[in-house]
């Protein structure tokens, strides 16, 4: 009979771990990059949310209640009628600032580290152009949003 562990024993055993080890990490690396991957569009999603809150209270100088005073405004001028309180027209824009946006993010929104992509810190691409067109894009090809529109679900 032998005592302990024999040099070939310890090999098998190191062996052993090793092959589970390759087994594992696979699965626990791809688990890692899916949950970055939502995480940096949930982001993208938050701020796209940001941004049509500020566009449609122009920056927030209007307040939702005015939005359905303008839009019935809107209406009667287009039916020809005039209204004796001509205002001036309140310019509303997109804006490639995070920080603007941040006042504009949802309630259930995590403020830290909005404008960067979670998987290595770079910032979301934000193009904006006035009040026509605004993208956000992951630097790290997660996906786009444009106008709203997530390209993901397409």
Do not use: C, H
Not at 44 to 56: D, K, Q, V
């Amino acid at each position: 009979m032998r005592k302990g562990l024999m040099l070939l024993d310890v090999i098998i055993l190191i062996l052993a771990v090793a092959l589970i080890a390759a087994l594992v990490t696979p699965k626990l690396r791809v688990e890692k990059e899916a949950k970055i991957k939502e995480l940096s569009r949930q982001r993208m999603l938050w701020l796209s949310e940001a941004e049509m809150n500020y566009f449609e209270t122009a920056a927030g100088r209007i307040t939702p209640e005015e939005i359905e005073s303008l839009k019935a405004l809107i209406v009667e001028k287009k039916k020809g009628a005039k209204s004796a309180e001509e205002e001036a027209p309140i310019l509303r824009y997109f804006t490639d600032n995070v920080e603007d946006l941040i006042k504009f993010l949802p309630e259930d929104a995590d403020t830290m580290d909005i404008g960067v992509d979670p998987l290595d810190s770079r910032e979301f691409i934000i193009v904006a152009r006035d009040s026509f067109f605004f993208s956000i894009s992951s630097p790290n090809g997660f996906g786009q949003i444009i106008l709203g529109n997530p390209t993901w679900e397409e």
